[in-house]
């Protein structure tokens, strides 16, 4: 019968692995808010209007920190 032995450096190089694609994908989030949020500040006020914003609404959201929803 075989048997398999784990050592503490395998396991923390999967545990590590794993907390990675939750890193990304919270990176990416960020990204993705950031340059939202700085497109949505550079559109002309009669597109905000097509979207249904008004001024005040651009500034309450382009004001928000890339980390906050």
Do not use: C
Request: charged residues 20%; negative net charge; hydrophobic residues 35%.
């Amino acid at each position: 019968m075989s048997s398999i032995n784990y050592h503490h450096h395998d396991l923390v190089s999967t545990e590590q692995h794993a907390a990675e694609p939750g890193l990304l994908a919270t990176l990416g989030l960020w990204l993705q808010r950031s340059r939202t949020r700085r497109q949505l500040s550079e559109l002309p006020t009669y597109l905000l209007k097509d979207i249904g914003l008004n001024e005040a609404d651009r500034y309450q959201e382009v004001s928000k920190p890339f980390w906050q929803q």
